[in-house]
């Protein structure tokens, strides 16, 4: 089974390089983050024609999760239970759904732009009602995963120069704090390999040829219980979807599960 997660900065505008990429990577599911449009405005058929279903929570050009599937989507919810509202509404940033055997969230955790914006307070509620949320089934024996741009690097190597990030967000202590929170759930961080540089970078900015020079950072997150760590055979960046026009500023991660020999060693 092989599921991956992808912030597509837009899906209206990554469509044609989304339908592409479905067909030739072979992914069974797929946590889309900032679809940037509304629910009716979802290319669901076109997606549906590749034998892929859709769970969607999007309301506008901001923001917005999906996930898709073609192995089942079933128990979908909507939104974070308790999640925080943000001007006066909750933002559209998390989807939950049953796929076959796995249970799969996909989560757009807020920016918090800058330390002493409201913004920042408000992601970090976020994250605690994220943790909150998912702690049950972080502990539970079915394969689970949290997957996302967590907009949080959670270490120092996890971009370019640590020295550039000196007092921003993305890297502070609370940020790292609530993704270890998190990890207390039952979750480990699935890391990548990476397939070309030393460190596995998920995120470039258009600006200042980020990409050419790597100057990456590792924000886009797997975060998956025992069950679901202990059946990832591989799990990698594609960064050929980072090349070229008309690309997301961030690549997918894959990752691959071998779900029934997990489920037969388990049953041992």
């Not at 889309?32 to 590749?50: M, S, Y």
Request: with cysteine; glycine share 8%; charged share 25%.
């Amino acid at each position: 089974m092989r599921i991956a997660t992808w912030n597509v900065n837009s899906i209206t505008a990554r469509l044609p390089r989304l339908l592409a990429w479905l067909e030739s990577s072979g992914t069974d599911v797929l946590c889309i983050q900032e679809t940037k449009c509304t629910a009716e405005q979802f290319p669901a058929e076109e997606l549906r024609e590749l034998g892929y279903e859709s769970a969607v929570n999007a309301t506008g050009r901001w923001n917005g999760v999906a996930l898709l599937s073609r192995v089942g989507l079933d128990d979908v919810v909507t939104g974070l239970p308790g999640g925080p509202e943000y001007d006066g509404a909750q933002e559209p940033r998390a989807v939950s759904a049953t796929c076959g055997p796995v249970r799969v969230w996909s989560v757009y955790v807020p920016n918090g732009r800058e330390v002493a914006h409201e913004h920042y307070a408000y992601k970090l509620r976020w994250l605690e009602a994220l943790r909150t949320a998912v702690a049950e089934d972080a502990a539970g024996d079915r394969p689970f995963a949290v997957l996302g741009d967590y907009n949080i690097a959670p270490a120092d190597e996890d971009v370019w120069d640590i020295a550039v990030f000196e007092g921003a967000t993305h890297v502070t202590e609370p940020e790292r704090a609530a993704l270890a929170g998190l990890r207390g759930t039952g979750l480990r961080d699935v890391v990548p390999r990476p397939l070309k540089y030393d460190h596995p970078f998920t995120y470039w900015d258009y600006r200042q040829l980020g990409f050419p020079k790597n100057k990456g950072m590792r924000i886009d997150l797997v975060y998956g219980n025992e069950p679901f760590a202990e059946a990832v055979t591989d799990s990698y960046v594609d960064r050929e979807e980072r090349k070229g026009k008309g690309a997301s500023d961030h690549a997918p991660v894959v990752v691959d599960l071998d779900v029934q020999g997990c489920a037969a060693d388990r049953g041992r």
